[in-house]
């Protein structure tokens, strides 16, 4: 799977103001960034992100994904601490 086919799934299936992937074959790690996080669990906000992506899990393509999930408030905060 490529970085830029999960950037589009992503982008098409949830409202998202930036999506950030990186990674390599099937081990991937994703920033999300969007208003639909705001109020939710961080696991809820983690099963948002899995639930477009079940498919390319579960044939494999993804085999393992890391997410941080931010609204655009949060993301603003933790970016400037870690230096995005």
């Known amino acids: 799977m490529e970085i830029e086919e999960i950037k589009k799934v992503l982008m098409e299936k949830l409202v998202l103001d930036e999506v950030i992937v990186s990674g390599d ?3 991937f790690q994703v ?4 208003e639909v ?3 939710l669990s961080r696991v ?6 899995y639930a477009p992506l079940m498919e390319y899990i579960a044939d ?3 085999h393992a994904l890391s ?3 931010y609204t655009p408030t949060q993301w603003q905060r933790d970016r400037k601490l ?3």
């Open 44 to 49: 809820k906000q983690q099963q948002a992100v």
């Open 37 to 39: 996080f705001d109020g």
């Open 67 to 69: 997410i941080k999930a």
């Open 25 to 27: 074959g099937s081990h």
């Open 82 to 84: 870690q230096g995005f």
């Open 60 to 62: 494999n393509r993804i």
């Open 31 to 34: 920033i999300v960034v969007g």
